[in-house]
């Protein structure tokens, strides 16, 4: 039996063709009887749409692409941040009737650039989501430039250039975690950065450091550690601050991973969480509630944040003016176990 076409759909429900067309696309101006018997036209004949002659047709597919760092490049991956960032995407898409593509792109490759900008230039997609740490480097931010597809940058830590962007209040947010920690009583609070590709994970020091001047705490550099947001990092600059002839008694890691390697030194070394070091890490990923004790931590709103991007990107296809600029959603504070007064 020949594949049903758009023609007969159109024959079925004793419309025309363009009327077809308006309800397969989701359009508006169309009267809800009409678009009820032309659905159900294409319910009894079980018609699907080509999607190649759409996308031929209107030169642009109704794919967004999400294009995030290559979670294999890295010894122990984080997979909570990149589910997170699907689910956002997805819970945008749906509603939009557009499909997602999942890109991982590792931005230490040579050709990163021509290859993402030939996938691009393939799949004709309709706008992309680009998620930090890559939303903040110019060879990738540039291959897609040169293809014209509209883009919205995930945290690429400064809100600068003409390109949306969706970030979380970092410095904000962090400076109340070390305030926090603060009114518990530590004097001596350290900090294990992040990965210095990571623009916005360095607003996360900034806000640390604002944190202890509105306690009244000195800032030290001797508090302060190099970690690279992997677990391992975590583990050994926990062990560098723990051994200093005044250790801290709060540490405040720049993402989870980190604090949960924070959290296996200090057991090794037999130092009790809380009893005698309170921990707090960044992101709010499911190994923060796994550990013990629970960490506590910073709910990155990572899904909030990918679903508002995708929402951006297809409002202003539809050339919504709501759709444009710079958005901002707060983070939040979760109070758990890892944490407590500072010891006498």
């Given at each position: 039996m020949p594949r049903?076409?758009?023609?007969?759909?159109?024959?079925?429900?004793?419309?025309?063709?363009?009327?077809?067309?308006?309800?397969?696309?989701?359009?508006?101006?169309?009267?809800?009887?009409?678009?009820?018997?032309?659905?159900?036209?294409?319910?009894?004949?079980?018609y699907r749409p080509d999607q190649a002659a759409?996308?031929?047709?209107?030169?642009?597919?109704?794919?967004?692409?999400?294009?995030?760092?290559?979670?294999?490049?890295?010894?122990?991956?984080?997979?909570?941040?990149?589910?997170?960032?699907?689910?956002?995407?997805?819970a945008a898409c749906r509603p939009a009737h557009s499909e997602l593509l999942i890109h991982p792109c590792d931005f230490r490759k040579k050709k990163v650039g021509?290859?993402?900008?030939?996938?691009?230039?393939?799949?004709?997609?309709?706008?992309?989501?680009l998620a930090a740490p890559l939303s903040n480097m110019p060879k990738i931010v540039r291959a897609i430039e040169a293809t014209g597809t509209p883009l919205v940058r995930l945290s690429p830590g400064k809100q600068n250039g003409k390109h949306l962007s969706v970030s979380t209040n970092d410095r904000e947010v962090c400076a109340e975690m070390t305030r926090y920690l603060a009114g518990l009583g530590h004097k001596q609070v350290a900090f294990i950065k992040g990965d210095p590709d990571h623009k916005a994970v360095a607003n996360r020091f900034l806000g640390y450091r604002d944190g202890l001047k509105e306690s009244g705490l000195e800032f030290s550099a001797e508090l302060v550690a190099?970690?690279?947001?992997?677990?391992?990092?975590?583990?050994?600059?926990?062990?560098?601050?723990?051994?200093?002839?005044?250790?801290p008694t709060a540490i405040f890691a720049a993402n989870d991973d980190m604090a949960?390697?924070?959290?296996?030194?200090?057991?090794?070394?037999?130092i009790s969480v809380p009893g005698q070091l309170s921990l707090a890490?960044?992101?709010?990923?499911?190994?923060?509630?796994?550990?013990?004790?629970?960490?506590?931590?910073?709910?990155?709103?990572?899904?909030?944040?990918?679903?508002?991007?995708?929402s951006m990107l297809t409002r202003n296809n539809e050339k919504d003016p709501?759709?444009?600029?710079?958005?901002?959603?707060?983070?939040?504070?979760?109070?758990?176990e890892s944490t407590g007064p500072a010891p006498l």
């Open positions: 049903p076409t758009i023609f007969d759909v159109a024959k079925v429900a004793g419309v025309s063709i363009k009327t077809v067309s308006r309800v397969v696309n989701h359009e508006p101006n169309v009267r809800p009887s009409t678009r009820e018997r032309v659905e159900n036209a294409i319910a009894v004949l079980k759409r996308n031929l047709a209107s030169q642009r597919s109704n794919i967004i692409g999400l294009v995030y760092d290559d979670p294999a490049a890295y010894d122990m991956p984080s997979g909570g941040y990149i589910l997170d960032l699907q689910q956002g995407a997805l021509v290859r993402l900008k030939s996938l691009i230039e393939e799949t004709r997609l309709a706008g992309i989501v190099q970690g690279d947001n992997s677990f391992g990092s975590g583990e050994a600059r926990a062990e560098q601050l723990l051994k200093l002839e005044s250790p949960a390697g924070v959290l296996r030194t200090a057991k090794r070394l037999g890490g960044f992101d709010d990923i499911a190994l923060a509630r796994q550990v013990e004790p629970a960490l506590t931590t910073i709910r990155q709103p990572l899904v909030e944040m990918a679903e508002r991007a995708v709501d759709g444009q600029g710079h958005e901002i959603i707060p983070a939040i504070i979760k109070i758990r």
